[in-house]
């Protein structure tokens, strides 16, 4: 399931239909998740879709809006909190701060280096 996370981010995915996928209840997938990754499916949908969102504003050929949509986040407003949880700076900021800060660096090394944090 985590693979189908990670293959399917920008698709509209919930709880209830990742569990149907696996033959399980939404609260028994969600429990077995925590307890194997640390972090609810939710969370973990998030932090890959915010991550993909690092990478498509480092391009910076793409607007903030159209970044939330890409990775398939339904609301500006949510993607723009969670982004800014995760990461420490809006969207926007982020997208000023990283134009051409990686440049030069392998593709391998720069995702390493920008993965979100989750910040608590």
Do not use: Q, W
């Not at 993909?52 to 050929?61: C, K, N, S, V, Y």
């Not at 609301?75 to 969670?82: A, D, I």
């Amino acid at each position: 399931m985590r693979d189908r996370i990670d293959r399917e981010y920008a698709k509209p995915l919930n709880v209830e239909e990742l569990a149907r996928g696996v033959h399980m209840s939404a609260g028994r997938l969600s429990r077995e998740f925590r307890a194997a990754y640390g972090e609810p499916v939710y969370s973990y949908l998030m932090t890959r879709r915010i991550e993909r969102a690092m990478t498509l504003l480092r391009r910076g050929d793409m607007s903030v809006t159209d970044v939330c949509f890409e990775v398939g986040c339904g609301s500006l407003g949510t993607f723009s909190n969670r982004f800014k949880e995760l990461v420490g700076m809006s969207p926007s900021e982020y997208k000023a701060a990283a134009a051409g800060s990686l440049s030069g660096i392998p593709p391998c090394v720069a995702k390493r280096v920008s993965r979100p944090v989750r910040n608590r």
